[in-house]
């Protein structure tokens, strides 16, 4: 369209149309950008991310990986140190089946450290069948909490799955009366269950079997039976001192010569340690059971309640139940062991150099402290009643 002076004037039809070309044009670029951005987002190849192969992994495979790492496990560190890793371990960490394989150290505990958590651990273990859990939380109740009936329970139920450790226990707690009065002691149970653990290659159950047919305690006499299985012990307990590590054999010094005065005892009181023939085999490391009684009752200033004592070998903890539960020493009245076997074990490692006959200390206090609480032999062959 022209004007007078010769100026055409702009089509408004045709801008319009080239102006939503433009818009059109633009917004398909955008729009193609933004379908770029997505698809960058959705596929892996464009960015090279990998997708995680332990999600492909089934619950399964996952499990029996769990298993193999609890029962080689060193510490209890170790398994947590997984459990904390991510939430998939955390929940097959827990599975029935991961628990029952929990080995000893996994279920370490320290009585400083002990709480509900600990104890609600060690009771998941023990009902999905660890029997390990299962001792250690019966040690714990029956003689650190005196929850006699379930403490009881649950090493009973260790031992009906042939677990030597609670066969012993329950034996001492037979031998005793632990938990009840002197006449509920079962000295015929106690042997029978000693008898079990013993052959189980239980060596303080074995040593306690050989004493107690040397001195007809619970069962006939019979003392050459006694002493082969006394014997047998001190055997079963060099094997274990020779399957150690060769730097822990070197390091001891152990085939040396006791100078110590051997042989106290007359002829036919009995067989004597290892310890009397020279070898100074190093004492067995205490199971961690053990280790939390002698912890626990440490923190309480070493008294477990009035007129209570501990059994004087370091490696066991237990402590009374009643007054005079446990047997003193005959020679000098000042240690007291819930076990023959206890009272051989810290003989040689400690209390054949301390022995005093009654004689001084009468002498020297005036009065008779092993004053017939029960009688204990030089080398643990006599023990008496409470």
Known sequence: MRTRRGFCYPNPKVNMCRENKIVKRRRDDFSGVGDHRKRSRLSPGVTGHHPDLFD????????????????????????????????????????????????????????????????????????????????????????????????????????????????????????????????????????????????????????????????????????????????????RELAAVLSMTPSALTAGGWLTWNPLPHHRHGAGSGCPLLSDFGCNVPAPEAHPANQFLTEWFASKGGVPGSGLRLCSHAGCGRPESRRHEFRRCSVCGTVNYCSRACQALDWKMRHKAECTPVERWIDEDGENDGNGNGEMGEEGQNMGES
């Not at 859990?133 to 003689?143: D, V």
């Not at 060596?203 to 079997?209: G, H, K, Q, T, Y």
Request: net charge positive.
């Open 56 to 235: 492909s992994l089934p619950d399964d495979l996952v499990v029996s990986i769990l298993c193999k790492l609890t029962s080689s496990a060193a510490s209890p560190a170790d398994f947590v140190n997984v459990l904390i890793t991510c939430k998939r371990l955390n929940g097959l960490g827990h599975h029935s089946l991961v628990l029952s394989k929990a080995s000893q150290k996994m279920l370490t505990v320290k009585a400083q450290n002990w709480s509900d958590s600990a104890q609600r651990f060690l009771k998941q273990c023990a009902d999905a069948g660890n029997v390990e859990a299962c001792y250690t939380l019966g040690m714990i109740r029956f003689y650190c909490l005196q929850n006699r009936g379930s403490g009881a329970s649950l090493m009973a139920k260790a031992a009906i799955s042939s677990h030597a450790p609670s066969l012993y226990s329950l034996a001492v707690i037979q031998f005793n009366g632990s938990g009840g009065s002197k006449n509920d002691k079962d000295l015929r149970a106690g042997v029978a269950l000693c008898a079990r653990a013993a052959f189980l290659g239980h060596i303080d159950a074995l040593r306690e079997l050989g004493h107690c047919l040397q001195d007809g305690y619970g069962v006939k006499q019979n003392i050459a039976e006694g002493r082969r299985f006394l014997v047998q012990a001190n055997a």
